[in-house]
């Protein structure tokens, strides 16, 4: 049995092959392109009014002051003129995340978990045993369990390190949750399915951690490298993060198709006796 370090790395050569065959580009475009447009058009037609409503809000429910006060404990005095648009971003930041995720897994990781399939595993048959309803069900509660978990996590942010390292976390899990149901979503049954991630849970944790931190970290760093600036242009900067987060998580997918649909050939042919039969593999992933 290869050591789960070596099978990562080398799932991971092999989806960083695949990131860069035409086909999974145009496929990506989908996905990127449809979010991009949504956030640009929410964007240019809401920004000002969300704006406006958060800080009605703030003073409603006199938040404002306990706010003011975690900026200047934060070192982030600088911002206090701009507490409502930063309310704002990160209250949107984690639904863009979200958004672009399912976006990923709906539209773009089957087609790849195919593609994969087709050169490395000619003969997996494809059992279809879940139906559109069941991935939508399963992505969206899903989702609703990441972003209760991050809500519930807000008091720990307050400790150093936390605010970078707890969303890491809930986007590690929750991409590891999404994106392993849609690669196998059209080539496994469901016992098939529930072996493969309960047998996979660790390997496939680290690697959506991998993509959670990347996905974690840039708006922090905007905002450190750019200061109130990041608030002024957040509708632009909003585009561009879901462009960003989508081409995250669609190499992340092209990773979890090339750990998964050799797991699933290895797995049948265990249960047919033959595991003895080379997996096909080509050069050209």
């Known amino acids: 049995m290869k050591p789960k370090g070596r099978g990562l790395a080398q799932a991971a050569a092999r989806a960083a092959a695949t990131c860069l065959q035409p086909g999974l580009m145009l496929r990506a475009l989908l996905p990127l392109g449809l979010t991009g447009v949504a956030v640009a058009l929410l964007g240019w037609a809401t920004?000002?009014?969300?704006?406006?409503?958060?800080r009605t809000l703030l003073q409603a429910w006199g938040l404002l002051p306990p706010l003011l006060d975690w900026l200047d404990?934060?070192?982030?005095?600088?911002?206090?003129?701009?507490?409502?648009?930063?309310?704002?971003?990160?209250?949107?930041?984690?639904?863009?995340?979200?958004?672009?995720?399912?976006?990923?897994?709906?539209?773009?990781?089957?087609?790849?978990?195919?593609?994969?399939?087709?050169?490395?595993?000619?003969?997996?048959?494809?059992?279809?045993?879940?139906?559109?309803?069941?991935?939508?069900?399963?992505?969206?509660?899903?989702?609703v369990l990441a972003l209760l978990g991050l809500a519930c996590s807000l008091p720990l942010?307050?400790?150093?390190?936390?605010?970078?390292?707890?969303?890491?976390?809930?986007?590690?899990?929750?991409?590891?949750?999404?994106?392993?149901?849609?690669?196998?979503?059209?080539?496994?049954?469901?016992?098939?399915?529930?072996h493969l991630l309960r047998q996979q849970r660790w390997p496939l944790l680290a690697m959506g951690m991998a993509c959670g931190a990347a996905v974690a970290v840039p708006g922090p760093l905007l905002l450190g490298l750019l200061g109130p600036a990041t608030l002024i242009l957040a509708p632009v900067l909003a585009v561009l993060g879901v462009v960003l987060y989508?081409?995250?998580?669609?190499?992340?997918?092209?990773?979890?198709?090339?750990?998964l649909v050799p797991a699933l050939w290895a797995l049948r042919a265990r249960q047919m006796g033959a595991a003895s039969v080379p997996m096909q593999q080509a050069v050209n992933v």
């Open 157 to 194: 942010w307050l400790l150093p390190g936390m605010s970078l390292l707890l969303p890491a976390l809930a986007w590690g899990w929750l991409t590891a949750q999404l994106l392993g149901f849609a690669v196998l979503a059209d080539y496994a049954s469901r016992d098939e399915r529930r």
């Open 47 to 54: 920004w000002e009014p969300a704006v406006a409503g958060t």
């Open 73 to 143: 404990y934060a070192g982030q005095a600088r911002l206090r003129s701009l507490l409502a648009p930063l309310v704002l971003v990160a209250l949107v930041q984690p639904l863009l995340v979200v958004a672009s995720l399912l976006m990923v897994a709906w539209l773009l990781t089957p087609a790849v978990a195919r593609q994969v399939a087709a050169r490395q595993a000619g003969g997996l048959q494809a059992w279809r045993a879940t139906s559109r309803l069941q991935a939508l069900r399963w992505a969206l509660g899903s989702s």
């Open 246 to 259: 989508g081409a995250v998580f669609a190499a992340t997918s092209a990773w979890f198709a090339q750990l």
